[in-house]
């Protein structure tokens, strides 16, 4: 096996702010929902619109949120940077870009073929 050159202890750190910063984040959108449904029960409908575009918000940071901590239990079990899929190395290059990655390029591309062959048959 091929030594991956990232340096797992700045991505622990890199992921662990990362990770407080998105539940600080999704903290200040539930309590903006909350406030929301508090002030205005009189001014007639509430946004939905505008709520539904905040609960979509928190979802995909809730999302984020599980990357994160995949990619801290891996860093625990001293398999960060290898694919999920195939076990190679995945590029140090692209784990500085995106650090919850945890399948190479080639797996991803392909896993994004696959899901968009579903989604045209369906
Ligand atoms: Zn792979």
Request: charged share 35%; aromatic share 2%; hydrophobic share 30%.
């Amino acid at each position: 096996m091929a030594h991956v050159r990232v340096n797992v202890q700045e991505i622990r750190e890199r992921l662990q702010r990362e990770r407080e910063e998105t539940l600080t984040n999704i903290a200040r959108l539930q309590e903006g929902m909350t406030y929301d449904l508090e002030t205005s029960p009189e001014e007639g409908d509430p946004d939905i619109w505008e709520r539904e575009k905040i609960a979509s918000l928190i979802r995909s940071l809730e999302n984020k949120l599980s990357e994160i901590d995949r990619a801290l239990r891996m860093t625990e079990r001293g398999d960060y940077g290898l694919c999920e899929r195939c076990g190679q190395p995945i590029d140090p290059a692209r784990l500085k870009v995106m650090p919850t990655a945890t399948l190479c390029l080639k797996c991803k591309q392909e896993l994004e073929r696959q899901a968009a062959a579903r989604a045209s048959r369906e």
